[in-house]
């Protein structure tokens, strides 16, 4: 399971840090840091946070399939 936010787009709301407290957290006033890969028995707290970000800032992956044309590349 993965996520992946647009910190460009994120505002700062930090509703998302107020309802996936393992995942993701506010450093300072206004910057966002979370983790990318995540633990199954966080999925409804992250399903939470992904819905309650107001600018839709964050994306889920809940499947363990890698994605296609980035994972196994080779350079």
């Known amino acids: 399971m993965r996520l992946v ?3 460009n787009r994120c505002q ?3 509703k998302c ?3 996936a407290l393992d995942v993701f957290t506010l ?3 206004e910057a966002l840091l979370y983790t990318s890969r995540f633990d199954e028995a966080l999925r409804d707290q992250v399903e ?3 819905a309650a970000c107001p600018v839709q ?3 889920a992956d809940f499947s363990d399939e890698p994605t ?3 994972e ?3 350079g």
């Open 17 to 19: 840090a107020f309802l």
């Open 72 to 74: 196994g590349r080779v």
């Open 27 to 29: 450093h300072g006033e």
């Open 5 to 7: 936010v647009d910190l």
């Open 48 to 50: 939470q946070a992904v």
């Open 57 to 59: 800032a964050i994306l």
């Open 12 to 14: 700062g709301f930090a």
């Open 68 to 70: 296609k044309g980035v």
